[in-house]
């Protein structure tokens, strides 16, 4: 189970990093549909709960496996999210392992 911990840590500490990342130098360099309240909000939204996720793992707290569950619903929509815009493929890649991890973590 560790090892499936920290394993599911670090995709969420990844997809916190390329949200965020990309929102603050991509998305709002690019403009247009990048920096639409919605989707920059699903990004922002998205980084702070695979944190907030990491860390509830990291603190072994008996609510972990529930934000686990949550965290891969708002990665999943991330992903469609900047699937939807384009030219974020880093982004998608990261909240679909995101997600998936979270969803085997929550399982």
């Not at 509830?56 to 972990?64: E, K, L, Q």
Request: contains cysteine.
């Amino acid at each position: 189970m560790k090892s499936a911990y920290d394993s599911c840590i670090q995709h969420c500490l990844t997809c916190h990093q390329s949200c965020f990342q990309h929102a603050m130098t991509h998305c709002l360099e690019s403009g247009g549909p990048h920096v639409a309240p919605t989707h920059f909000r699903t990004m922002m939204n998205c980084g702070d709960l695979c944190q907030t996720a990491a860390r509830f793992m990291m603190s072994a707290s008996p609510h972990a496996t529930s934000l686990c569950q949550v965290c891969a619903d708002m990665c999943s929509e991330c992903a469609e999210c900047c699937e939807a815009i384009g030219d974020m493929s880093a982004c998608v890649e990261a909240c679909r392992r995101c997600a998936e991890s979270c969803r085997q973590m929550a399982a």
